[in-house]
């Protein structure tokens, strides 16, 4: 009988282990389920970069068609040869500065200046002729008065003098054509501005239309470009546009609308503009490339990157990081920059706040955030 107890016993110790040790297993999983739904530790939290964060700042924000094309001087002008002759001598180089009326260039004037020399002596050979013309008429008025010529005399006298004046009207025309042609030897700058092209040097001969040198004026540039029938009425003479150049990076440039072409193009239904941009310093050169965009409407406020907004739901919102956690918030959004791609923020957000861009939006609300350092910053 002692031996059955014992046995009993044991079993007895046995079934209560045993049931202790589930209850200790259930309790565990009970306290890991526990943990589970609690909220994160500290280094639990998510850490994302600094590219995925934006703080909000009241910036100026415009709108506006944009415009794209090439720089070139307001004013340009090429010089090209009116007559035949060689070249003598080139006073200029390109990039120089030149005056307006500053001699250019000098053709061969040789053979001109012969035609002048008769063309002055013909006009004195007319002068005196009627000069004798004149006085002739005048005796022979005086002597058909007193009776001692006939009538007939005087008629003549009076053809001669008409005569005379005709052959001094010719002569002086005949002057002024070669003084023109002798002109025509000289190559002057047509107003104040740079040489950007010669194209000839001494001992080349020209003839009549040849491009001989090409004169700008880089003091205003513009830029013609087309936009959108429909965004015409945000277009109107005066009006600002921001440029950026090729070139000059980080630097805007502000110049004004000042011409509205008044028919479309017919193909695509596109309506050429040239804006004006000043240049008073030189800085800019013909040839660049600048992309632009007519201020049609412009003001300072809140604005975000349009990648920070969600516009899938009833109302826009964005992820806000406040206290070190993400809060969902509702907007209102008012103008958009196409060019900068920002938006801005009417109600819901105030400056300096901070919201999450891009992927980073997808983290749920009341989930701990924090931001790592950027890569480049040397521990």
Do not use: W
Request: aromatic fraction near 2%.
């Amino acid at each position: 009988m002692s031996g059955a107890r014992k046995k009993n016993r044991r079993r007895v110790r046995d079934i209560v282990g045993l049931t202790i040790l589930g209850v200790a297993v259930i309790t565990a999983a009970s306290c890991r389920r526990g943990d589970a739904n609690a909220e994160p530790a500290a280094n639990d939290s998510v850490v994302i970069g600094p590219e995925n964060i934006v703080v909000v700042s009241e910036q100026e924000i415009r709108t506006g068609p944009a415009l794209s094309g090439t720089l070139t001087p307001e004013r340009d002008a090429t010089v090209r040869a009116e007559i035949s002759a060689p070249v003598v001598e080139t006073l200029i180089d390109q990039g120089q500065h030149v005056t307006a009326g500053q001699l250019l260039i000098r053709l061969d004037d040789s053979s001109i200046r012969d035609q002048l020399l008769s063309a002055r002596s013909g006009v004195t050979t007319a002068q005196a002729n009627l000069t004798v013309a004149q006085h002739e008429l005048g005796r022979n008025e005086a002597l058909l008065k007193a009776g001692a010529i006939a009538e007939r005399a005087a008629e003549q006298s009076q053809a001669q003098l008409t005569s005379a004046k005709a052959q001094l009207t010719a002569a002086q025309a005949q002057q002024a054509a070669a003084e023109k042609q002798f002109s025509n030897t000289r190559i002057t700058a047509p107003f104040t501005g740079i040489v950007s092209a010669r194209s000839v040097n001494a001992g080349d001969v020209v003839s009549p239309g040849t491009a001989l040198v090409t004169v700008v004026d880089p003091s205003t540039m513009r830029l013609e470009a087309s936009v959108p029938a429909e965004a015409l009425n945000a277009v109107r003479l005066g009006a600002p546009v921001d440029f950026s150049v090729t070139g000059y990076p980080n630097r805007h440039f502000t110049g004004r609308v000042t011409r509205i072409n008044p028919i479309a193009d017919p193909a695509t239904r596109q309506v050429r503009i040239i804006a004006s941009l000043p240049n008073n310093g030189g800085t800019l050169v013909g040839g660049l490339f600048a992309e632009g965009r007519v201020s049609s409407e412009s003001h300072r406020a809140a604005i975000v990157p349009q990648s920070a907004v969600d516009e899938r739901g009833l109302r826009p919102s964005v992820v806000r990081l406040k206290n070190g956690k993400t809060q969902k918030a509702d907007v209102s959004l008012g103008i958009r920059d196409a060019a900068s791609e920002t938006v801005e923020i009417t109600q819901g957000l105030t400056p300096g706040d901070t919201v999450l861009l891009g992927a980073a939006r997808g983290i749920s609300a009341g989930t701990p955030v924090r931001v790592s350092a950027p890569s480049d910053v040397k521990k």
